[in-house]
């Protein structure tokens, strides 16, 4: 940011820089010229001194006022001075002429070559501070304007439009960069004068400006943008804006400030809202993106473990699956799969994640075989790991090679994950069936639950979820809606298991509704392998 001011200073300097400049340069003539006359006239070596103004003139001033110092600089060491102090023999009038060209010769290059490097020195600055696709100004122009030596409270926004980057591929670099600087003009036109705008990653807009002027404006800002309109090929487009605001004082750094309102504008595009402040809450979002960045390291280091939670069978109570849960143990704590897998399933990190699952519990299953010989495991896949071609003969291979049988391995995966693809869904489902293996539906009734998707997917076994037996026993509209999910799944020839069941009561009422297997907290809670041995031995009818 200092370079940045220095270098304006130098391209344009304000005019009561310029008298300041001007006024030095006076005395630093007169001040030469004394000192070459007390030093012994003009053969003394401090004659040279009389090139320092006038390349700081060159400098500041460029060619002509440089040609006019110069001048004044031959003259003051030509005839104003004697060759020899205090002696009445001036310089002749050819050697003052030469000394002037020469001064004004030095000069006229200095100050060409200074304008030629303040020129060159502009472009790379221009290069710096603005988008190379667009021309915009960018962050770095931004950080270099903002005044964060102010007092005053600001209000940074940030500003993206939904679907931007989808468009991109589809419209070429010329249109793209042209709908951003028709975003980047709306986006002025629509602000005071002393916001700052920035195209930040070719894809969202950083503002700051002073809170009380954005109070001001706040509103007809957020409406313009609702209206805001672009064109492309003579096409309008319309698009829509999401905004992250927050207010900060001057104790933030600009680049803190801003990544509040990223944070803001990334969780109003998450709950379909088109303008949100921060709130100290979000910074949760932020501490998951950094686990994430520890989640290889802690998969080599061995962080990651599984817990087990037993299912029985309703009608007899016997323990039938166990469904393997992971957990992380990091620095101390315990931190449960919302806090990483989603984002995990975002990138390839989930496949090594599962690979690990999967053969953990192959694992864990050779320690009870003999105990409970056909006892099922269960495991959850992601929707990145169900489209993942290679994913059902990873899978087997594994189960083969420990001299396991197919048939007590599932896998879970849920009504979200089915419907980004339902037909490579059933085949990849099929296939896993045809390997021996089960599948579950897991969290049934939550999102896209129809009869349709049961009945052409190759499902086993169906899980209802807690949200619904939560309340069965005082709500009897949950009861008929369970009702009706077991009677629809019985005639498709697939069996249910209820999840979430906390006491006895609960557990009744699910039997005697025809549910067939049960799971929750009043069963047995998660449990690592050793507790799961001890709990099979031990296990009998849960009846408190």
Sequence with gaps: MRYSRLLKLLQK???????QILVLIAFMLVGSMFLVVLTGGIPSAFAHTMYVPVLISALVFG????????IMAGVLVGPVVSVHPWSESGESFVDSLYRSLYFV????????????LKDHIGRIDHIRTHDPLTGLPNEQSLFDKSTTESSEETVTLTVEAEML???????????????????????????????????????????????????????SFLEALDDLMVEVDDIPLHLDFVVGESHQDHTLSLEERFKKSDLA???ARRHDMKHLPYQQKHEFEQ????????????????????????????????????EALIRWHHEDKIIMPAEFIPLAEKTRLIHRITSYVAERIIEDRKTVKRRAPDLRFTMNISQRDLYNLHFTDNITQKVDAAGLRAETLSVEVTETALMANR??????????RARGMGVWLDDFGMKHSSLSLLKD?????????????????????????????LTMAKQLRMEVVCEGIEDKEMLDLLEAMGCDYGQGYHIARPMNMKSIVKWLDEFQEPDS
């Design 105 to 116: 010769g030095i000069g006229t290059v200095a100050a060409f070559l200074f304008n030629r």
């Design 63 to 70: 060619v002509k006022p440089t040609v006019i110092i110069a």
């Design 287 to 322: 501490h998951r993106f950094r686990r994430l960045g520890l989640l290889p390291k802690a998969l080599e280091e061995g962080e990651l473990h599984l817990v087990y939670q037993p299912i029985i069978r309703l009608d007899t109570r016997e323990c039938v699956a166990l």
């Design 165 to 219: 980057e989808e468009l991109k591929p589809s419209l070429g670099h010329e249109s793209y960069a042209k709908v951003l600087r028709m975003i980047h003009g709306g986006l002025r036109e629509h602000l005071p004068p002393e916001a700052l705008v920035a195209l930040v990653d070719q894809r969202k807009f950083w503002v700051v400006m002073g809170a009380s002027v954005y109070e001001e404006v706040k509103s």
């Design 13 to 19: 300097p304000p005019l009561r820089m310029r008298i």
């Design 423 to 432: 037909k490579i869904a059933k085949s990849i489902l099929e296939g896993l």
């Design 457 to 485: 997917l190759p499902v086993d076994i169906v899980k209802i979820d807690k949200v619904f037996t939560q309340n069965a026993v005082q709500d009897a509209d949950v009861r008929i809606l369970i009702s009706s999910i």
């Design 265 to 267: 504008a990334i969780h």
